[in-house]
């Protein structure tokens, strides 16, 4: 990333619809996840656990609709989801944070999506998508861990956008400064929640401190 100015730290906590993480609990797994000792199996289950508490927060704000229901004592009027949810991860890196939504969110649809960039044009190839035609969903999530450069997390927004999402929110674990601006300034109306912010990208476009290759430390690839 050299030659490339990167804002620091400070000058996007401001940013409007960006929501970092402070739970004391998300911390701690967020240590022993970025811990280079950390071993694929168990990296596995905190990628799908920090998934779960993220999609808690993430879900805080999605409207509900009332019902009737019976108890085993007396009907009640209750309150359900209203409308779908959609969840899609980009493959490969996407797919433990998508399976901790799901353990909140457990009849939420995946809609995977798959993204190679064409290094010549620079523009966004599927090579995988499984986004359904029929589309009636109250919010769509994208999740990725790493928020790098932001150029992934920005084509599947516009590719769920061309497919008639319109209400769609980022979720990433650790997002860089320079991302999580090019995101927020080229998407305004989508809400990001990542579990941390950290420095910056390094000149291979990690982020740094960060955790390395979260695909290759989720599926054993190192
Ligand atoms: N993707 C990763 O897996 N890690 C990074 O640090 C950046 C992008």
């Known amino acids: 990333m050299q030659g490339i100015h990167q804002p620091k730290r400070e000058e996007v906590l401001k940013l409007p619809r960006v929501h970092i993480s402070s739970h004391p609990v998300m911390e701690?797994?967020?240590?022993?996840l970025r811990d280079k000792t950390t071993q694929p199996p168990d990296f596995y289950r905190l990628v799908k656990e920090i998934g779960a508490l993220l999609a808690y927060e993430a879900t805080a704000s999605l409207t509900l609709?009332?019902?009737d229901i019976?108890?085993?004592l007396k009907p009640m009027r209750?309150?359900?989801?209203?409308?779908?949810?959609?969840?899609t991860p980009i493959l490969r890196a996407g797919l433990g944070l998508a399976e901790g939504f799901r353990e909140v969110i457990s009849d939420a649809q995946i809609w995977h999506l798959g993204l190679r960039r064409d290094e010549r044009t620079l523009q966004a190839q599927e090579y995988y998508n499984q986004l359904p035609h029929q589309v009636n969903l109250q919010v769509c999530y994208a999740v990725d861990p790493m928020l790098a450069t932001g150029g992934s997390a920005i084509d599947a927004v516009n590719i769920l956008k061309r497919r008639g999402i319109d209400r769609i929110s980022y979720v990433g674990i650790i997002a860089a400064p320079y991302g999580l601006l090019k995101l927020s300034q080229t998407h305004p109306d989508i809400d990001i929640y990542v579990a941390a912010l950290d420095e910056e990208l390094n000149e291979l476009g990690y982020i740094v401190p960060g955790l390395g290759d979260a695909g290759d430390r989720q599926f054993g690839t190192l």
């Open 78 to 87: 209750g309150r359900r989801l209203a409308g779908g949810i959609g969840i």
């Open 65 to 67: 609709q009332e019902c």
């Open 70 to 72: 019976e108890t085993p």
């Open 28 to 32: 701690h797994k967020m240590t022993a």
